[in-house]
Every structure is written in C-alpha cells, then in structure tokens.
DNA sequence: AGAATGCATGTAACGGGTTACACAAAACGC
DNA sequence: GCGTTTTGTGTAACCCGTTACATGCATTCT
C-alpha cells in the first residue's frame, strides 16, 4: 500500500503538502499542487483511512440497527439509509437487535470502540439513559426512544384510524383487529387508532381484537379463531401487511370470500402487499423517504448543525387494492 | 474516553502490561494482573478498536456485497452472514451494488481503505481480475466468480431438473418456463436444468420459455401473453419465487385455477413463497446455512488456514405445496 | 560459581494521516 | 525602507494499542 510519506519523497515535498492537496486546505503553490496531484495518481495513492480515524475521532461509518433485516419492513429502509450514506462517503455497518437490550448494548460498544460517527436506530427496547451513556449521535426511525432524539415515523393513530374508517366507508358493519405485540408502540398506537374510529362509531367491541404478534400464521391462526366465532365479522384491519396476509389465509381456509364477505386492510405498504392474490389494501409508508431524510438528520447531527424539529411525521396513504375492493352494501 | 495509558497510569504499571493483560499474551504476575483488571473494570475501560487496526492491519469488519437487499432473496443471506460474524466479533458493513461494476469498485475502494479483512459477494460482474488487484480474501456467495474464489450456492441446474421432472410427475405436459436475465448465471444453469428435462421428454419448445427478468411484474406480463397464445400450457417452472408469484397472478387475471388447471413452482424458498395463496411449491435453497458457512470459510481465509474445497454445492428441496398440489391425470 | 533460562515489567518505536507551529519568502502598506 | 500580512512549505507531535527489545531478578543447569 502507497503511503502518503511514499508519496511526499516520490514528488519531493513533505507530508504535510501531500496531506494538503489531498483535503484541499492550506496554501498551495498551484505548480507544486499538480505536481503533487500527479504523483497521487501515478502511484495510485489511497489514503488510509483507519489513521485518519484515529487522529480525527471519526470514521465516516454510521450502524442502523434494526430488530431483524429478515423482517420485509426493514430492508427497504436500510437501503435507503444505505444509498443516502454512501453518496456522502459514509458507510454503513447492519445491526440485527432482536429487539434484544443485551444485543443493542453490545453493538453500540462495538460502534463506540470504533468511532463510528452515529447510529439510526429501530428499536423499542432503547432508552435514554443507555444513549446518554454513549453520547452518539442518534436517530429514530419507525419508533421513538425519546423526545429530544429526533424521529422519524408514520402516524400510525392516524393511519389505522382511516385504515379502520375505509373499512366503514366500504360497507363494513363489524370490523376486527389483529394487532402486534402489547410492548411495541407502534402496535399500540394502531390499536388504539381502530379503538378511536370504532369507539365513535359506537362499534367497538373488545373480543374482535386479537393478538397476531406481527406474525403471519399466528395472525392466521388467531384470525381464523376469530372467524368461527365471530362469523359475522366483515372487516379486518390488520396491524401489519404479514398480519393481513395471515388473516387472508384464514379467511381462505374457511372458504371466506375476501373482499365480498370479508374486508381485508393492512398497514405498511411493504412491496409484498401488492404480489398477493387479491392485492392487499393497506396504509402505506414512505419507508424510502423517511429513511433517506433520517440519515440526512443524522448528518446533520454528525457535523454538529442544529435541527430544527426532533419530530418528523408522515402520514401514510391508503393504497385501495382488492382485498377491500367492493360496493356499498348495506347491513 | 479511557485510553490504555490511563489505566496503566491509574494501575502503576506500564501500557505493555495492560496491553498483556487485555490480550492475556506475555507474562503477567497474577496479582498485577488482577490489580490491572480491577484498574480496567473501575475505569470501563474499553479498547480503541481503531488504534488497533492501524497498527495490526485489520479490522475486524468484513463487507457483504448484494445486488440490492429489498430483493426478499437477500435479507436472510445477509443475516446468516451477519449473525455468525458477530459471534467472531466482526462487524460486517453492508453493499447494495445494483450489479453495477463501478459501484462493486468503489465498495472494494472503500473496504481497502479501511482495512476491511475480507468479503462475501454476490456478483455476476465481479472478475477474477479486479479482485486480484485487491487482493483481499473473499467468498462468492449464490454465484460463483472463479474457480479459486471458494463458492457457495445450491446447483441450480439440478435443482430445476427437479422441479421440471415435478411438474412431469404430476401429470403436466405442456410446461413452460419463465426464465431470469440472460447476464445472471444462475438464471440460465435454470433454464439449462429445465432444458435437459423437457428435450429427454421430448417436450421442449422454444416458445415455451419466456423472460421474466426475475421480476413480478415483467414475469405476470409475459406469462400472461403465453398463456393467451398457448392456453394448453399446463405447468410452469419459474426461476424464481418472485417470478412464480406474478405467473399467479396472471393465470388468476385469465381465470385460469390453479393448480387445478395450471400447477406452479417456483425457486428459491423465500419466505414469501409460503405466505401467498395458494401457497407456492419451490425448490427451497438452505439460505441461512450456506451464508453461515460462507462467512466461516471467510473467516479461515482470513485467519489463513487453507481451506480444502472451493465449490460447496448444496441440493435445493423440493417444498410441494398448493399450487402443484393435483393428482395425476391423464393427457 | 558462572551460564543459561524463565519470569516480569518497562521503554520506545511503529502504523499513517493530520495539523500546530516554525520559518522563510513574497506582497503589501505607509 | 521597514513593519505587517499573506503565501508556501517543512518538522514533529499527536491519535492509541501493539510489540520488539532491553533490563533485572529468580531459578535451574553444568
């Protein structure tokens, strides 16, 4: 490997011009530049970056740690994170959390002994304290951590409170939820969306809610439960587009004709959604953009500017599709 | 942050003795070992990882090179990776390459830059020529580069023979199949697997393969027009799960039942392929396992054991579900 | 007893890019 | 013409963990 001092004899001058002309800062004789410049390229000369961490505390890496890239939501979003970074120069280590405190602890030692520069962060199970203790920059992506963290997410109130109206809207009478598991936030908060719109419509009843995990056979599981119970249910929002493929299958299994006898909408708007038979009618999420203006904000954090709000909130859209593509009928 | 001088100051010692109690090398007096040890514990002290790389040459970190990780191909692969070389103590920064030369360059730049130890790739583009430039240990994954670049990937063409002589089994005889890009090698061992199995049945004909491009869309278009112009298709082998489900699609857009009148398989074993309706039969590859595997056979290159082997072929198997799931009948 | 070996610890160079500081020459101000 | 500023370049310290080498003492061997 060509060091920079190999470079600064090739081209007689000292290290501290090469290191100039590289960084483009300091005065420069402009001959003295090309002369350099040529060298650098006829020795093909990389700086090494590992030394310039060392001496600048900073490693133009960033982690995104997320509870599991298997999980369809996650990889578009790292991608996005991915392609925004590497254009600034930046790259980007994976971390896969489980959700699991110990894991996170321990990739964020990793990252602190490295220097890397900050972290965008899926998690719900971080909590301030531990952030503080690392004082890295960080961002939330898809669930908060804590107010003065900035965050980027959906509302998800929002969101499953027209998910769950577009199911009245349709026609729908008695409208079930399959909802995630009781200690992720966003699932709660999709809860309670359905809660808001069918409470109002003096709907609500508590055993058309069932516990699908964000999982596709136990949602399947749960929802076929439902159904033969409750076979008058004619609606189903589900927490995730994974859960509403469960409940698809459910309902298929029971000879359940979806959309005609049974509504089915998600939330999510992951790719999958729209390879399904019948399509899946869902709540999408700019996953891309609010990937992309996350490591933005983690820039921003990174080079010290000030941002302005820690909050950024999408709302996502209803994405009408099959599974809920029917008339008007009346009860 | 604590650095080794600190300890050795706080312990009266020097920085060798605390490098070799870290690093348990060298004599140390078990009680000056302990004193340091409790020395690092009150101080938490933790290691410069990048200190440690500049003058050892290495990192720690190893690149995993993708074509684009939102392909539901991808995220298990890249978790096998990740999840056995965090275990090692490696990191592993991730590479979405697009199948772009340029950027598989600059991923390999960047990588050298920082020391990277080695890589695991999925390319096609990738040359024998430009990783020699690098010199850097590196294992192909699903596709193979060259014959001493040790390689992990199922054999395809075998794994097609299979699927084709699946569709033959359960009674088909028209099959057709929808093949992936010309450029992908996997893609055409596929067709070639397909290929020998129609020709010794004396079956194949050319306008029975179309081009799916491994893609749902592109795959539910041009399957969708086969069966317009050859309603007496019968079977379908697709390339691949994604391709499999817009073949579903398209025979769900004519009306055409499936499996009853038109069976389906697919490739791969994404987790996909089981949560669609009907669910899909494919040829499953071992995907956790060979990446796993992939990543310890990086790990013996780099610590430069010599590995026996450089191809590790794995069978794919066969997963029959829904839609080849029809008795035999006859032509 | 003297040499050789094992044990324990310390000093300082090393890896490679960055930059504070020093120094010199040129340009500018009056 | 002399002081001040700007321009241009070099030297060496710095970042921090590792390790070659040196040193000193305690054993063990011959």
Same mark, same amino acid.
């Given at each position: 490997?060509?060091?920079?001092?190999?470079?600064?004899?090739?081209?007689?001058?000292?290290?501290?011009?090469? $290191?100039?002309?590289?960084?483009?800062?300091?005065?420069?004789?402009?001959?003295? =530049?090309?002369?350099?410049?040529?060298?650098?390229?006829?020795?093909?000369?990389?700086?090494n970056?590992?030394?310039?961490? /060392?001496?600048?505390k900073? #490693?133009?890496?960033? +982690?995104?740690?997320?509870?599991?890239?298997?999980?369809?939501?996650?990889?578009?979003?790292?991608r996005?994170?991915?392609?925004?970074?590497?254009?600034?120069?930046?790259?980007?280590?994976?971390?896969?959390?489980d959700?699991?405190?110990?894991?996170?602890?321990?990739?964020?030692?990793?990252?602190?002994?490295?220097?890397?520069?900050?972290?965008?962060?899926?998690?719900?199970?971080?909590?301030?304290?531990?952030?503080?203790?690392?004082?890295?920059?960080?961002?939330?992506?898809?669930?908060?951590? %804590?107010?003065?963290?900035?965050?980027?997410?959906?509302?998800?109130?929002?969101?499953?409170?027209?998910?769950?109206? %577009?199911?009245?809207?349709?026609?729908?009478? =008695?409208?079930?939820?399959?909802?995630?598991?009781?200690?992720?936030?966003?699932?709660?908060? =999709?809860?309670?969306?359905?809660?808001?719109?069918?409470?109002?419509?003096?709907?609500? %009843?508590?055993?058309?809610?069932?516990?699908?995990?964000?999982?596709?056979?136990? $949602?399947?599981?749960?929802?076929?439960?439902? /159904?033969?119970?409750?076979?008058?249910?004619? +609606?189903?929002?589900a +927490?995730?587009?994974?859960?509403?493929?469960? &409940?698809?299958?459910?309902?298929?299994?029971?000879?359940?004709?979806?959309?005609?006898?049974?509504?089915?909408?998600?939330?999510? +708007?992951?790719?999958?959604s729209?390879?399904?038979?019948?399509?899946? $009618?869902t709540?999408?999420?700019?996953?891309?953009?609010?990937?992309?203006? &996350?490591?933005?904000? /983690?820039?921003s954090?990174? $080079?010290?500017?000030?941002?302005?709000?820690?909050?950024?909130?999408?709302?996502?859209?209803?994405?009408?599709?099959? #599974?809920?593509?029917?008339? =008007?009928?009346?009860?």
């Amino acid at each position: 490997m060509t060091t920079i001092r190999d470079v600064a004899k090739d081209a007689n001058v000292s290290v501290a011009t090469v $290191s100039r002309v590289m960084n483009d800062n300091g005065y420069v004789n402009p001959e003295t =530049r090309e002369k350099v410049k040529d060298t650098i390229a006829r020795l093909n000369y990389q700086p090494n970056s590992v030394a310039r961490s /060392l001496y600048k505390k900073e #490693s133009k890496t960033i +982690g995104i740690m997320v509870p599991d890239i298997m999980n369809p939501y996650f990889p578009e979003l790292v991608r996005g994170v991915e392609d925004y970074l590497i254009e600034k120069g930046f790259t980007t280590i994976l971390c896969n959390t489980d959700e699991d405190p110990d894991k996170e602890r321990l990739y964020l030692d990793v990252m602190k002994q490295r220097y890397v520069d900050g972290a965008i962060v899926v998690s719900n199970t971080l909590k301030r304290d531990l952030i503080d203790q690392y004082d890295m920059p960080i961002v939330a992506l898809d669930r908060s951590i %804590h107010e003065n963290v900035p965050t980027f997410m959906v509302n998800n109130t929002v969101g499953a409170e027209q998910a769950t109206q %577009h199911l009245i809207d349709i026609g729908c009478k =008695r409208i079930a939820h399959v909802r995630g598991p009781e200690h992720v936030e966003n699932a709660t908060a =999709r809860y309670e969306g359905y809660y808001n719109i069918m409470q109002q419509a003096n709907r609500f %009843h508590e055993h058309y809610v069932v516990q699908g995990d964000f999982d596709q056979k136990q $949602s399947a599981k749960a929802v076929k439960q439902l /159904l033969q119970e409750h076979p008058e249910v004619d +609606g189903i929002f589900a +927490g995730n587009d994974i859960m509403a493929l469960g &409940a698809l299958k459910a309902a298929e299994s029971l000879g359940i004709k979806v959309p005609q006898e049974l509504a089915i909408i998600g939330f999510d +708007g992951i790719d999958l959604s729209s390879m399904t038979i019948p399509e899946l $009618s869902t709540m999408s999420q700019p996953i891309y953009e609010m990937s992309t203006q &996350a490591a933005d904000a /983690l820039m921003s954090l990174i $080079s010290g500017e000030a941002t302005d709000e820690t909050e950024h909130i999408y709302q996502p859209t209803l994405e009408w599709r099959q #599974s809920t593509d029917r008339m =008007r009928k009346e009860d």
